[in-house]
């Protein structure tokens, strides 16, 4: 059995592989409390916003519903998008047609008028 010299650096370091990263400092109970009051003030915030919200009982017994009808409008979007992008081709097509048509009647109008040289003799 081939005995592979594989070069182990720094085994012992793969434990502390984001000790840099991590903040090696305690918050203090200041910063503690100000963010516990933050997050708390923000609860309290989105409680009342949901108390706000009128019909909520309506609105969650008319979830299966709301998802047929969008699944269904889903359906309708894909079955149209065959006749959009049919469409998005015309109008690319035609416009590219355009262009090459007008180059290549430049491009004959430039041939058939080409200036003959004079030549200078001294």
């Avoid at 840099?20 to 309290?44: D, G, H, M, N, Q």
């Avoid at 009342?48 to 979007?77: A, C, G, R």
């Amino acid at each position: 059995m081939a005995d592979l010299n594989i070069p182990k650096l720094n085994s012992s370091s793969d434990k502390y592989i984001f000790k840099k990263r991590l903040r090696l400092r305690r918050k203090s109970k200041k910063v503690l409390l100000t963010e516990a009051a933050f997050l708390f003030v923000l609860s309290v915030l989105i409680v009342y916003i949901n108390y706000l919200i009128p019909n909520k009982n309506l609105l969650v017994q008319n979830i299966p519903n709301t998802f047929n009808k969008s699944f269904l409008l889903m359906i309708d979007l894909f079955s149209n998008l065959y006749e959009i992008f049919l469409v998005i081709f015309i109008f690319v097509s035609s416009f590219t047609v355009l262009i090459l048509m007008f180059g290549s009647l430049y491009r004959l109008f430039k041939v058939t008028k080409r200036k003959s040289r004079k030549i200078i003799y001294k």
